[in-house]
């Protein structure tokens, strides 16, 4: 069956960075875009990054551009989210999905996601 298994996630001050890992298999990897969703406490799930097929196009929530940066590696199965200048407002429990469809705004949409992770926590410290 599909697996989607993220990691990377911890404690981490104010303007520092981490890198979020979501380890794939039981699909076929390079048929789906993938993308980062985060949930906080008492939120919906939000978009925050999506990566095409090839890894040649992106996508970013307002509160991601210029600070996030999504990246895959077809060959290890594997997207990442690369996470810099954290704020405290980017603490949440972050999940990687994977979706057949690039459409703009089927990917910013978490229930046309076809498969989830189970999340990894990022806790950003004032």
């Known amino acids: 069956q599909v697996q989607l298994v993220e990691s990377g996630g911890g404690l981490v001050q104010a303007g520092g960075s981490l890198r979020l890992s979501c380890a794939a298999s039981?699909?076929?990897?390079?048929?789906?875009?993938m993308t980062w969703f985060r949930q906080a406490p008492g939120k919906e799930r939000d978009f925050v990054a999506a990566i095409g097929h090839s890894g040649g196009s992106t996508y970013y929530a307002d509160s991601a551009k210029g600070r996030f940066t999504a990246s895959r590696d077809n060959a290890q199965n594997t997207v990442y989210l690369t996470m810099n200048s954290l704020k405290p407002e980017d603490t949440a429990v972050y999940y990687c999905?994977?979706?057949?469809?690039?459409?703009?705004?089927?990917?910013?949409?978490?229930?046309?996601?076809?498969?989830w992770g189970k999340g990894t926590l990022v806790t950003v410290s004032s």
């Open positions: 999905a994977a979706v057949r469809s690039w459409a703009y705004f089927t990917v910013r949409q978490a229930p046309a996601m076809d498969f």
């Open positions: 039981g699909l076929t990897f390079s048929n789906y875009a």
